[in-house]
Nanobody
Framework: QVQLVESGGGLVQPGGSLRLSCAAS????????MGWYRQAPGKQREWVAG??????KYKESVKGRFTMSRDNAKSMVYLQMNNLKPEDTAVYLC??????????WGQGTQVTVSS
């Protein structure tokens, strides 16, 4: 069964930090092609960070502030977000590419950056 479950969102002040977690089913985690998108109200979904073939890449605007990591023993991926800005406010969605190239999505977790 394909499953992605995010957690860790919340309300934080500008300059604060949050860590998002994504628990993945084995069929997804073992493909080693996972990451994060986000969608702000009224805007298109945008890619934030991802790991593929062992390489982690980031959207330019989050470089130096966000760090993606994975825990192989727990089949988890994380997104550590530091120095958050109001423009980072969005629903963050974990994704994983399945064995047939299909995109799989979690339910999303809300991140709100506001004073």
């Amino acid at each position: 069964q394909v499953q992605l479950v995010e957690s860790g969102g919340g309300l934080v002040q500008p300059g604060g930090s949050l860590r998002l977690s994504c628990a993945a089913s084995t069929s997804i985690f073992s493909r080693n092609n996972m990451g994060w998108y986000r969608q702000a109200p009224g805007k298109q979904r945008e890619w934030v960070a991802g790991i593929a073939s062992g390489t982690i890449k980031y959207k330019e605007s989050v470089k130096g502030r966000f760090t993606m990591s994975r825990d192989n023993a727990k089949s988890m991926v994380y997104l550590q977000m530091n120095n958050l800005k109001p423009e980072d406010t969005a629903v963050y969605l974990c994704y994983g590419v399945g064995p047939y190239g299909q995109m799989n999505w979690g339910q999303g977790t809300q991140v709100t950056v506001s004073s």
